[in-house]
């Protein structure tokens, strides 16, 4: 294994902000082996998830990457473990460490994913958390690579909510050296301490941008982005939010603003006619279900490098 990822080893994935640069290319360099059958890595290791939220990609993309490699998964579900019955997650932590050798956890605080590193003693994986989605972010913007290679004038236009994803994608395109625009309607920017802790990544050599002004993000732009105007336990407020994001929608309008090549990208689930449209998702530039597919093989090189393989 590459001498980077080698370092990876034993360390937690809490944010993207956890590994360098020069980590995340080699992370994605072995993501893209992986998924053309080069080398067969066995990691004979056990994979507990703890999914506080409803998930399809993440949790059947972790289990199917484990099963790959020859390792085994265990399903936390909270509804059938005592952490449904109020047991302190700090107590279940300390319980699982001894158990498993990784966790993946899928919540709504940042500061969990945090304490259940810092007491469980293994390592921990950010599978959602309000604040970040990294493990999106890797297969992002491995698919912005097999579309266009190692191009140095990249340019991601994410439109819509400045929610975990877009905080994932400036940190992610940060770290890749392709430039990003966040398109979103005023009052709905991404976190600023995030959009200076890319800016900060990404220095002289590209640009992270927030915008109010969708058509001027879309103009020369290579890869289109969008996701659900209102996120998981926001489902109250997308009738509300619905005129306010309207001009962000994800369209053939926009699209052809676009640098003539540019894909189509979307984390999914979508509703179709609201954030994107069904022609933007089923247009020859979509690469969606590609970016879907690739959640298995960026998560896979992602456990490979942390447990290692024989």
């Not at 819509?160 to 770290?175: E, I, K, P, R």
């Not at 509703?271 to 530039?285: F, L, P, Q, V």
């Amino acid at each position: 294994m590459d001498g980077l990822l080698s370092a990876l080893k034993g360390r937690s994935l809490l944010s993207l902000l956890d590994i360098s640069a020069e980590e995340f290319q080699a992370l994605l360099g072995l993501a893209s082996m992986l998924k053309a059958g080069t080398g067969s890595p066995r990691c004979i290791k056990v994979l507990g998830l703890l999914f506080q939220k409803a998930s399809t990609r993440t949790r059947v993309s972790f289990t199917v990457a484990m099963y790959q490699l020859e390792g085994q998964v265990i399903d936390l579900n909270p509804n059938v473990t005592q952490v449904s019955r109020g047991e302190p997650l700090g107590d279940t932590a300390r319980v699982l460490g001894r158990y498993v050798d990784i966790m993946a956890i899928r919540t709504f605080d940042q500061g969990d994913l945090e304490q259940f590193r810092d007491l469980s003693g293994i390592p921990v994986i950010n599978a959602l958390s309000d604040l970040y989605h990294p493990c999106q972010a890797i297969a992002d913007v491995l698919t912005v690579r097999e579309s266009f290679g190692d191009r140095s004038d990249l340019t991601l236009t994410y439109l819509g909510d400045g929610n975990n994803v877009a905080h994932s994608l400036m940190l992610g395109c940060a770290l890749a050296g392709i430039n990003v625009r966040v398109a979103v309607p005023e009052g709905y920017e991404p976190d600023k301490t995030v959009l200076e802790q890319a800016q900060a990544i990404a220095g002289d050599a590209t640009e992270v941008t927030v915008t109010h002004d969708p058509v001027a993000a879309v103009s020369g732009a290579h890869a289109l982005y969008t996701d659900v105007w209102a996120s998981m336990g926001q489902e109250d407020l997308a009738d509300e939010r619905e005129p306010i994001f309207q001009p962000y929608q994800l369209n053939d309008e926009l699209l052809a603003k676009a640098d003539a090549e540019a894909i189509v990208l979307h984390c999914l689930p979508a509703y179709r006619g609201k954030e994107i449209t069904n022609e933007a998702m089923e247009g020859g530039r979509s690469r969606i279900w590609d970016q879907a597919e690739n959640r298995l093989h960026g998560q896979k090189a992602l456990l490979v490098s942390i447990l290692g393989a024989d």
